[in-house]
């Protein structure tokens, strides 16, 4: 069975950093990209990025809102994708979901709530 | 980036309703769209996939249809446990984005 776990969510200050993890089990990890999306409270989904598999380059790409603060990054030995978050704003507080693929998400973890606020 | 759009954002009927909500696409994505179920609290559950087809699990009352840039999604006899907001999604490019949802609960 497959299975996405997210960790690392918290209240954090303006201008401050915070890395999500995603623990996989159920799959062959390496195989396959993993997205991030995040859903601002009462709002829609909005996809942050993802990181494809080393297969495909492990290279990553981001949404303009996020690029050049946040980062991706996978380790597959440990089945795990981070999301390195910094230079955070009140604009970023939403529950962060992520997911297995790049275009179509069957599986998502149960997301994790990142509260921006002083 | 291509944006999507939902119609309409909410709506209410009855139990055994037929329920139709529309998305259309800001260009020509041919049928590269998914129509996902979100319940509060929950993550997004994959309905329909590549605009037409049921995922595996998923009740035969959902359905989908379209290509390009107009889509429809059905359900077909409206039940309790389908309240919830559905999201289209595109993926004909990146980013892969999601319509602003429409929330369906029962009158």
Sequence with gaps: ?????????????????LRLSCTASGF????YAMSWFRQAP???L???GFIRSKAYGGTTEYAASVKGRFTIS????????????????TEDT???????????FVYWGQGTLVTVSS | DI???????????????????TCQASQDISNYLNWYQQKPGKAPKLLIYDASNLETGVPSRFSGSGSGTDFTFTISSLQPE????????????LPPVFGPGTKVDIK
């Design chain 1, 1 to 17: 069975e497959v299975q996405l776990v997210e960790s690392g969510g918290g209240l954090v200050k303006p201008g401050r950093s």
């Design chain 1, 28 to 31: 062959t990890f390496g195989d």
């Design chain 1, 42 to 44: 009462g709002k829609g």
């Design chain 1, 46 to 48: 909005e996809w942050v």
């Design chain 1, 74 to 89: 996978r380790d597959d030995s440990k089945s795990i994708a981070y999301l390195q978050m910094n230079s955070l704003k």
């Design chain 1, 94 to 104: 939403a529950v962060y979901y992520c997911t297995r693929d790049a275009t179509t």
């Design chain 2, 3 to 21: 944006q999507m759009t939902q119609s309409p954002s909410s709506l209410s009927a009855s139990v055994g309703d037929r329920v139709t909500i």
């Design chain 2, 82 to 93: 389908d309240i919830a907001t559905y999201y289209c999604q595109q993926y004909d490019n």
